[in-house]
């Protein structure tokens, strides 16, 4: 007898700040449905099949030390230190190896983003943590801690954008000055929103990502229709 596929298996990772050996879950991607993409990229997944952001961090049960395939290998000198002080030397082991609940998921996040600060990783790595907590909050309708977390992602996304740490990652120029309008439009800041959408909207002629080009249109008439409302 064949055993069944399940939906989640384990991967091996060595800590780079302890040398601990761990497993941690990830998903099979067969056992992935997304039904559709809010405006920001957040994915909706279908019922009963699996939400990989929940499993998107690993956790060393040994010491803390929480990362992502994101992170560098590289940490500047002193960072490892300050992980010890400042997470290991506080950390009581425990394992989020296994199948995590929401509320596991979300503090691997927040282990994660504490890290990668402290580690001075890219920006757009950091950014990346956040914008994903702000998605599973947004999950559970809790808007506050959403926009608190999607404000600390445009942040970190809008240093991305000014150092141009987000070269030679998955994130294109085209889509990170769209997600800094949608980010800006979803936290309030209309005008900053504008400004980005119309540069995303400039580089039509050029893009190779005309998707993203009629998302910039789009959110751009929403903003000018709701100032005619209020204006009305």
Same mark, same amino acid.
């Given at each position: ?26 998903? +099979?991607? +067969? ?161 900053? =929103?504008? +400004? ?19 998302? =910039? ?6 903003? +000018? ?8």
């Amino acid at each position: 007898m064949m055993s069944q596929l399940v939906p989640l298996y384990d991967k091996k990772y060595t800590c780079a700040i302890c040398d601990h050996s761990f497993t941690t879950k990830k998903v +099979r991607s +067969r056992f992935v449905k997304v039904l559709r993409f809010d405006s920001d990229f957040a994915p909706l997944y279908a019922d009963g099949f699996e939400n990989p952001n929940f499993y998107y961090v690993n956790v060393c049960p040994n010491c803390g030390y929480s990362f992502t395939e994101d992170f560098s290998a590289y940490f500047p000198p002193g960072a490892k230190q300050i992980i010890q002080e400042k997470i290991s030397s506080n950390w009581n082991p425990r394992d989020y190896g296994n199948e995590r609940t929401l509320q596991e998921a979300m503090g691997t996040f927040k282990l994660a983003a504490y890290c990668s600060t402290l580690k001075k990783e890219k920006h757009i790595v950091t950014a990346g943590l956040y914008i994903r907590l702000a998605w599973l909050y947004r999950s559970m309708d809790e808007h506050d801690q959403e926009t608190r977390f999607l404000k600390l992602a445009l942040k970190e996304y809008t240093q991305s954008y000014s150092t141009g740490d987000y070269k030679g990652t998955q994130v294109s120029e085209l889509r990170l000055i769209y997600l800094l309008g949608e980010l800006s439009r979803k936290t309030g800041l209309s005008q900053d =929103a504008v +400004r980005f959408f119309s540069k995303v909207i400039e580089k039509q002629k050029q893009s190779v990502e005309p998707q993203i080009i009629q998302l =910039a249109k789009d959110r751009w008439h929403e903003i +000018r229709e709701e100032q005619k409302l209020v204006q009305g």
